[in-house]
């Protein structure tokens, strides 16, 4: 495949907005995407100031600055990602609003374009089967946020190929994202075992063992985690937790991978998390300290 030289984003959430910011940093153009305006324009203030952060803090030089954000188009249309060289799409962890806009994306992209997916646990061989390019769509999944993690899961599909592979493997590395490889199977690496062990401390809690303090604390100290099991399901999202626990119960059909209801309750209730201000821990109040 030919440089790179132009990304589309589709959705401009934490995961977009974060991709759509490295793509620009790192010389592409970038189509950043979104059927809500609003969204989009959160989104370029979030990237904007992300950016002026690194050059206050000397990571990134003004001139550099200011042509990333040059490089940066935001809009509604997906028309406009007919001439990017990869697609990355960030949107809602659902298999079938996914597959719809894999199916929208196939008819749009040209000829030679990648499919990717920041899927963190979304079957990459089902995407890539509603589309007449099962060879060039893979997965690439981000850590949260893009920006500032290091790592790249990338996942290739029962077709993919050689090519799409190591030219995704190629934008990560121009990313400076360390890259690992996982088989197409339900939460592929990071998930398969980040999850369970989130979804076991909601089992903790809810047949109370302990505390949600006491359970954050024991594992940031306890296993010198950066952020408690419960605290970062809060900034993962609890809706996204329950979503990749049901990918892998249903995937892998094991009752081991069964959400929690305690979960599955916080989820009913709304308490989200970090983003709609409460989940396990309430955010509409000081910082609670752990």
């Known amino acids: 495949m ?24 790192h010389g592409l153009d970038v189509w950043l995407i979104d059927s809500d305006p609003l969204a989009l324009s959160r989104a370029f203030k979030s990237i904007s100031s992300s950016i002026q952060r690194l050059v206050s803090k000397a990571q990134l030089s003004q001139a ?13 249309n997906l028309e406009e990602l007919c001439s990017a060289d990869v697609i990355i799409e960030a949107i809602v962890e659902s298999e079938d609003v996914k597959k719809k806009l894999f199916l929208e994306l196939d008819k749009i992209a040209k000829s030679s374009a990648i499919l990717a997916s920041n899927t963190s646990s979304i079957s990459i061989t089902r995407l890539a ?9 893979i997965g690439m999944h981000f850590m949260n946020p893009p920006p500032i993690m290091k790592l790249v899961e990338i996942v290739r599909g029962a077709d993919t190929s050689d090519e799409t592979f190591n030219a995704t493997k190629a934008l990560a590395e121009r990313f400076s994202k360390t890259v690992i490889c996982s ?3 339900s939460g592929f690496i990071v998930n398969r075992i980040l999850m369970p062990m989130i979804n076991e401390a909601f089992f903790t809690l809810y047949t109370g063992v302990a505390t949600k303090e006491d359970i954050d604390t024991g594992m940031k100290l ?10 970062l399901a809060d900034f993962i999202g609890l809706d996204v937790c329950l979503s990749i626990m049901k990918v892998l119960h249903a995937g892998l059909g094991d009752s081991k991978y069964a959400p929690c209801p305690l979960l599955v309750q916080y989820v009913d209730a709304g ?8 989940g396990v821990y309430d955010y509409r ?3 609670p300290r752990l």
Do not use: F
């Open 129 to 137: 089967s509603v589309t007449s390019r099962p060879r060039q769509v």
């Open 183 to 185: 088989q197409d199977y």
């Open 271 to 278: 308490r989200l998390g970090r983003k709609c201000g409460i």
């Open 222 to 231: 306890g296993t010198n985690h950066p952020m408690g099991p419960l605290q």
């Open 64 to 76: 550099a600055g200011t042509s990333a954000l040059r490089r940066l188009q935001c809009t509604t």
């Open 2 to 25: 030919a440089e790179m030289k132009s990304i589309g984003v589709v959705g401009s959430g934490q995961m977009g907005s974060g991709i759509a910011q490295l793509g620009a940093v």
């Open 285 to 287: 109040k000081p910082s």
